[in-house]
């Protein structure tokens, strides 16, 4: 962990407050969004999109929950809506008899396509409109080397699980 006793900089304080201002603002839209053409919360949409985007359609809650960056326990609520609705399907893992495997059905997809042109609507006017292309690609290499380093340490909800000690 990085010493405490040292201040931030005028440029590292503005940098930081503008990502905090800029995610705040981005994620309000698309939630408005998602909300209005699915009824989905941020969440659900991110699980659907993970699903969607897989190839067999399916997941491990596990995994989903370390994707998503996500309390396990919030993510079972999650994908439990989701079931309820009919958008996903949850069942036991064929490869671990102790995880749930979470696969998005046809309903599932319908949402997605009903809600994708909106959301990338608002990404295309909120984020990308006011920057160039190599901006957008200098923005994907920052936040790609912030992830992976942010994930060398991640947070509980996106730690691989512990097992117990027998």
């Known amino acids: 962990m990085a010493d405490s006793s040292r201040s931030l900089d005028t440029t ?3 940098t930081y407050l503008s990502l905090i201002e800029v995610s705040s603002l981005l994620r309000h839209t698309v939630e408005q969004q998602l909300r209005d053409a699915g009824d ?5 949409f991110q699980l659907l999109a993970r699903l969607g985007d897989s190839e067999e359609g399916s997941c491990r809650m596990t995994d989903l929950a370390d ?6 326990s919030g993510l079972t609520y999650q994908a439990q809506t989701l079931e309820q609705r009919g958008l996903v399907t949850r069942s036991p893992s064929v490869d671990d008899e102790r995880s749930t495997t979470v696969t998005i059905t046809d309903q599932g997809r319908d949402i997605l396509t009903r809600v994708f042109p909106g959301h990338i609507g608002v990404l295309d006017d909120l ?4 920057l160039t292309r190599g901006d957008v690609e200098a923005l994907g290499d920052i936040l790609g080397r912030l992830r992976d380093h ?3 340490a991640p947070p509980r909800s996106a730690a ?3 097992r117990k000690a027998s």
């Open 67 to 72: 994707g998503v960056v996500y309390s396990r």
């Open 40 to 44: 989905l919360s941020y969440v659900q």
């Open 127 to 130: 984020l990308f409109k006011p």
């Open 160 to 162: 691989p699980r512990r």
């Open 150 to 152: 942010m994930r060398a």
């Open 12 to 14: 590292e304080l503005g």
